[in-house]
T-cell receptor
Framework: GGIITQTPKFLIGQEGQKLTLKCQQN?????MYWYRQDSGKGLRLIYY???????QKGDLSEGYDASREKKSSFSLTVTSAQKNEMAVFLC???????????FGPGTRLLVL | QQKVQQSPESLSVPEGGMASLNCTSS?????YFWWYRQHSGEGPKALM?????GDKKEGRFTAHLNKASLHVSLHIRDSQPSDSALYFC??????????????FGIGTRVLVRP
């Protein structure tokens, strides 16, 4: 078994601020993902990474940057937080060629 | 248009009853389907996958796939209060050259009444 850790658990930011979310996994999975969850909109893919130093844009990449520093970690940056924004950011991982994705508990973002 | 559509939006069932959830894809390239469950305050967790036509049973959960109509369903038998959660249908295309990109529906919220 393994675990995905996301930090911080809660993030409160100011409009225009640059915010960074971090994700660590000890599954030794090759592929990692960042999703955004909004009420009534399901999960939308922001970025994913097939291997260390690889980055692929998802459907919602505008306004975000990502970095795969090493196999076990994947960071997401909100480049300019939008006022009244509220969402949950979920990190996930999977083995190369294996489809089941394992999710972390999420980071809850609120922008004042 | 949402490429993976789920119905109903919410569902209330009595404890011990049967819950039935539906999912339809509008993209014929989606051939592989998953059901994920998310309890409040947690990340989603994979319940089961289904890739072939017909039924797949795992304990109290049965998934059914009809590839011709791109319809997949999930039935929860003998529903328990712990089954109260948000259920997502997710789909992947048959050819996926990079990563394992899944497309998620917006979810069905299930409430099991004691």
């Amino acid at each position: 078994g393994g675990i995905i850790t996301q930090t911080p658990k809660f993030l409160i930011g100011q409009e225009g601020q640059k915010l960074t979310l971090k994700c660590q996994q000890n599954f030794n999975h090759d592929t990692m993902y960042w999703y955004r969850q909004d009420s009534g909109k399901g999960l939308r893919l922001i970025y994913y990474s097939i291997t260390e130093n690889d980055l692929q844009k998802g459907d919602l990449s505008e306004g975000y940057d990502a970095s795969r520093e090493k196999k076990s970690s994947f960071s997401l940056t909100v480049t300019s937080a939008q006022k009244n924004e509220m969402a949950v950011f979920l990190c996930a991982s999977s083995r190369a060629g294996q489809d089941t994705q394992y999710f972390g508990p999420g980071t809850r973002l609120l922008v004042l | 248009q949402q490429k993976v559509q789920q119905s109903p939006e919410s569902l209330s069932v009595p404890e011990g009853g049967m819950a039935s959830l539906n999912c339809t894809s509008s993209d014929r390239n989606f051939q592989y389907f998953w059901w994920y469950r998310q309890h409040s305050g947690e990340g989603p967790k994979a319940l089961m996958s289904i890739f072939s036509d017909g039924d797949k049973k795992e304990g109290r959960f049965t998934a059914h796939l009809n590839k011709a109509s791109l319809h997949v369903s999930l039935h929860i038998r003998d529903s328990q209060p712990s089954d109260s959660a948000l259920y997502f249908c997710a789909a992947r295309k048959a050819t996926n050259s990079a990563g394992n990109k899944l497309t998620f529906g917006i979810g069905t919220r299930v409430l099991v009444r004691p």
